[in-house]
């Protein structure tokens, strides 16, 4: 659920709208279809989280009904009754193997909240 949205637009020319809007259908293509709640975590510099996680073999884990999508590594995907504890459990699998094997702690791109409102730190 999206809560608030920011927006900050710029003017440009015509022509150069046009081209950014076909590079972002193209990045969005690249991108799992499936339910989730975007890009997990921040891509550290210089590799990004996916190709880490990934490198950590763990495109596709799947725990109950969450699953680290096998299209893009850095998304967590919904395949159906995935609870929030699947996700988590996710998002604290992959930190925990890109940290031993590059020493690289992924920090979360999302902000997850609990029944309450509260942000849960992972």
Do not use: W
């Not at 003017?11 to 989730?36: F, G, T, V, Y």
């Amino acid at each position: 659920m999206i809560l608030t949205v920011e927006l900050e637009l710029k003017k440009d020319n015509q022509q150069k709208i046009k081209q950014k809007i076909k590079e972002n259908l193209a990045k969005r293509e690249a991108q799992p279809k499936e339910p989730s709640a975007g890009s997990i975590f921040i891509n550290p510099k210089p590799k990004s989280a996916g190709s880490l996680i990934e490198a950590c073999g763990l495109k596709g884990k799947r725990i109950g009904g969450a699953q680290i999508s096998g299209g893009h590594a850095n998304f967590i995907i919904n395949l159906g009754g995935a609870k929030a504890t699947d996700v988590l459990e996710l998002i604290a699998l992959a930190q925990k193997m890109v940290k031993e094997k590059f020493k690289i702690t992924l920090q979360p791109e999302i902000i997850i909240l609990d029944e309450n409102g509260k942000q849960i730190h992972y």
